[in-house]
């Protein structure tokens, strides 16, 4: 485990609790603030669904014991995905369904389910060196969708991703400030310049193109190969397109290093 994904809380906190259902039942918990802890109860629900989704999709199960989610007050990031313990703040996992809007519910989903998908994209696979961000962040964030849609496709999910994360890799991408996918990362000063749109929506939008020119079917068979022989170790773009290339017959990397390694589209 990356030293990046360690977390303890100590605190007093109430909890609420529910079980997966495919395979070993996991114990999920959702940690709240004292008399708050009910508020809890839609994101335990998408925890357990989304687990059970993920351990159906990638052929991998999940490898912990549990599956922890904390909801923290004036939480600087929106959430952190600690291996077990994922780290929310308050407005990003507490949903009361008398006063809180159908957006915020909808950002809750998927806050919940871009936490878990780096349960597999990022913990389980953890990226070779900063360089390969992207492939924590624009996988997190297209299976994060990819598992919104499932859950709730009453939502149209897809749509809103159009909307909001391809259009929002475009326009930061047609920038002379932007930057390639894989970026290259000297020094640790630079990391948290590249927690950015290209990272995340970029990222997550050429992983949904590629998806759809694979076809889904031959992309997932070959993310389940990818997370099976990568896991509790590195991988790098590389390693992703040689899977990829493996499992569909086609030179992956021949036409997505255009996408990744280039700033702009072509």
């Known amino acids: 485990m990356s030293t990046y994904l360690l977390a303890f809380i100590v605190a007093e906190l109430d909890y609420v609790e529910a079980f997966t259902k495919v395979g070993t039942p996991i114990p999920c918990r959702v940690y709240a603030p004292k008399g708050t802890a009910h508020l809890g109860k839609f994101s335990l629900d998408v925890c357990t669904k989304t687990l059970d989704l993920f351990n159906t999709v990638f052929g991998t199960p999940y490898p912990l014991p549990k599956m922890d989610m904390a909801a923290i007050a004036d939480f600087d990031a929106g959430a952190m995905e600690n291996w077990g313990l994922v780290t929310y703040r308050t407005n990003s996992i507490l949903f009361d369904e008398a006063t809180t809007t159908q957006s915020s519910k909808q950002w809750i989903a998927s806050t919940v389910t871009h936490e878990l998908a780096h349960q597999w994209f990022g913990n389980l696979v953890t990226m070779e060196w900063w360089s390969d961000l992207w492939l924590n962040e624009g996988f997190a964030t297209w299976v994060g969708n990819y598992a919104v849609d499932k859950l709730f496709p009453d939502w149209h999910f897809w749509d809103t991703f159009v909307v909001e994360d391809v259009q929002s890799g475009l326009s930061l ?77 086609q030179d992956v990397s021949e036409f997505m290093n255009l996408w990744t390694k280039h700033t702009g589209y072509p």
């Open 173 to 249: 991408d047609c920038l002379r400030s932007s930057h390639p996918i894989e970026v290259e990362v000297q020094d640790p000063a630079e990391i948290d310049q590249i927690f950015d749109d290209i990272s995340y929506s970029k990222g997550g939008s050429v992983i949904r193109m590629l998806s759809a020119y694979l076809t889904e079917d031959v992309f997932l068979e070959g993310i389940r190969q990818y997370l099976k022989k990568h896991a509790y170790g590195n991988a790098s773009t590389g390693d992703l397109w040689a899977q990829l290339s493996e499992t569909s017959g």
